[in-house]
């Protein structure tokens, strides 16, 4: 659960009209699986928002370098993909969100963030990126918070929209999904570290106690680097 720690944006600052339209002059791409995914998706439907999707190059994104400073580096060869924070767009294009994605994104990834698409429109109202200083503060790790029950619905939802098979770590999001062990965005929201932190530790044990059965069902596939009982 671990994709956003190489894309985590920084703290967003002051968005000026003239930063916001670095991001929304980017040309739109069409990458993998990207644009029939994306067009597959009718947002006001199963969000109940008249809000669309709008595809970036990643590379591109991070060398805009808007606050003085890479956003975070793009890794060569790995896939990738980030839902940019919607302060940052907002000034100047208000309709979209936008996604900044890979050349050579694979469809786990894809999925992935249009599941915190979904989860941020119709979810539980999180906008990823934004979690980290909470964890950091609790001693959670940002990944528990950053993927609910609701983004693990919607990850569920569309594997099966789009027939895809998930790579390990979005295997063991839904894992937790399906086992009831993800955290439910309104406890997120509350931030009370007692109830977050019995989760996270929660969530813990069951992986350890499951080890053995998740790492059968990731052994196979994309990401796998081992045992995860310990590395959720």
Do not use: C
Request: glycine share 10%.
């Amino acid at each position: 659960m671990g994709r956003e720690d190489e894309l985590v944006l920084d703290g967003i600052g002051e968005i000026t009209v003239e930063m916001s339209a670095q991001i929304t002059s980017l040309p739109q791409v069409n990458y993998g699986r990207s644009k029939e995914m994306v067009d597959g998706l009718d947002l006001l439907e199963l969000t109940g928002n008249d809000i669309r999707i709008r595809l970036v190059d990643l590379a591109s994104y991070a060398d805009l370098n808007i606050f003085g400073s890479p956003q975070f580096k793009v890794s060569k060869g790995k896939g990738g993909g980030v839902f940019i924070n919607l302060y940052k767009t907002l000034k100047t294009d208000p309709d979209h969100i936008y996604l900044a994605i890979s050349p050579d994104i694979d469809d786990s990834t894809l999925v992935h963030q249009l599941a915190h698409v979904l989860d941020y429109l119709g979810g539980s109202k999180l906008m990823p990126g934004s979690l980290e200083p909470l964890g950091f503060e609790l001693g959670i790790p940002a990944d528990h918070l950053e993927h609910a029950e609701e983004f693990g619905y919607w990850l569920d939802y569309l594997k099966k929209r789009f027939d895809v098979q998930l790579d390990a770590d979005d295997t063991i999001i839904s894992y937790l999904y399906e086992n009831d062990m993800l955290i439910k965005g309104e406890e997120i929201k509350e931030k009370n570290g007692l109830v977050l932190k019995s989760k996270s530790d929660g969530m813990f044990k069951f992986l350890s106690e499951k080890s053995q059965e998740i790492n059968a069902l990731i052994r196979k596939l994309p990401g796998y680097i081992g045992e995860r009982a310990k590395d959720p």
